[in-house]
């Protein structure tokens, strides 16, 4: 059974099969497409036959420069303006597909098989694209929709276990955001539970999305309401600029604690549902401690990309299912953040 609902009223989100799906969604004409060397090898069927253009896997390859050689490719193989580029992985290849989509030949239609827990709840959706540069995640990029994005759950099976987990800290940043339901299957169901369970897998990125979906399709390009999305993001990407020790999901997850530590020590968020936040960050296997001194996660927060002059927007919880948007100046996030 597959799930289908549309985002920003152009992109349709699938929950289902690839495919099944995907014949009915690609368009006729010529299809390129894009993917990294290890959903090459591990996931043959989904190409076809065909020559994908192949990317290094890693964080280390988002960058600009994979960008070059892959607009460089699509020349040297005629693509032109009605080429259609198929991305076909985790969140780097479809972030890479969206962005050389968005810019090449001004712009060619794209859509997405996405791969990975940490791409169908997150990453794939919502139409950001871009790369990292001088270790600041996707400070190159744009807003640009694709026109479907399949979610297929059952290419989790090739994923290493940590991956799988590092997705999972995404969707209880969704459910913390705005679905109560969402974190409580999370809890009730544990890690193994929802490894070894399709349809529970399943209604946690069908939950996941539907979350995202409204909240994009309400604030497309993030003036306000989709600020909520990043909940535990301004901690987590300054983990990853100042520490290699941990992968963006597992960075993700002390963000998350981080955020709930903040809101408690702010009065926005009671001692209880800031031990559920934790105590579930916990049961799933995240560390909950950053892996660097606070005092230099704040020089990096002080340049992350969602800061404005000496201002940033920190999402706080106020329960689990709800939070809100605090604009902070660093002269109060700096006392703050050494007493966490
Ligand atoms: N990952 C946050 C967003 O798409 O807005």
Same mark, same amino acid.
């Given at each position: ?9 152009? !992109?349709?989100i699938? %929950?289902?099969?690839?495919? *099944?799906? $995907? ?5 006729? &004409?010529? #299809?390129e ?13 989904l ?27 699509l ?11 198929l991305g ?32 169908n ?12 540069l001088?270790?600041?995640?996707n ?17 989790? !099976?090739?994923?290493? %276990?940590?991956?799988?987990? *590092?997705? $999972? ?5 969704? &459910?913390? #955001? ?71 999901g597992e ?32 049961a ?17 927060m ?11 927007? $920190? ?5 689990? &299912? ?19």
């Amino acid at each position: 059974m597959s799930y289908s609902l549309q985002v920003a009223g152009r !992109s349709r989100i699938v %929950v289902g099969p690839a495919l *099944a799906e $995907l014949p009915q969604l690609l368009p006729a &004409g010529r #299809i390129e497409m894009l993917t990294d060397r290890n959903v090459l090898h591990l996931h043959p069927e989904l190409f076809a036959g065909r020559h994908p253009l192949v990317i290094e896997p890693g964080e280390e390859n988002k960058r600009l420069q994979s960008v070059e050689t892959v607009c460089r490719e699509l020349i040297r193989r005629g693509a032109d303006r009605s080429t259609f580029l198929l991305g076909i992985g985790g969140g780097i290849v479809t972030d890479i597909t969206g962005f050389v989509a968005s810019i090449y030949m001004r712009g060619i239609p794209f859509g997405y098989i996405s791969t990975t827990l940490l791409g169908n709840v997150d990453a794939s959706v919502g139409g950001k694209n871009g790369v990292d540069l001088d270790g600041y995640k996707n400070m190159i990029g744009v807003f640009a929709q694709p026109q479907f994005v399949i979610c297929d759950t059952s290419l989790f !099976s090739t994923l290493p %276990v940590r991956e799988v987990r *590092a997705g $999972l800290a995404e969707a209880v940043k969704s &459910g913390i #955001i705005g679905d109560e339901e969402l974190f409580a299957l999370i809890e009730r169901t544990g890690f193994e539970g929802l490894r070894h369970t399709a349809a529970a897998m399943d209604e946690v990125v069908v939950r996941s999305v539907r979350l995202k979906a409204a909240i994009v399709s309400r604030d497309e390009r993030e003036q306000g309401e989709r600020r909520k999305l990043n909940l535990g993001h301004t901690f987590a990407h300054a983990i990853e600029k100042c520490s290699r020790e941990m992968n963006h999901g597992e960075a993700v997850a002390v963000g998350l604690v981080m955020a709930a530590r903040l809101a408690r020590r702010l009065g926005l968020l009671p001692s209880a549902a800031e031990d559920r936040i934790a105590g579930l960050i916990e049961a799933l296997g995240f560390t909950t401690q950053p892996p660097v001194p606070t005092a230099e996660l704040f020089d990096a927060m002080t340049k992350d990309k969602k800061s404005e002059g000496d201002t940033i927007h $920190l999402v706080l919880p106020t329960a689990v &299912g709800d939070c809100v948007i605090r604009t902070v100046s660093f002269t109060e996030l700096a006392p703050l953040l050494r007493s966490l």
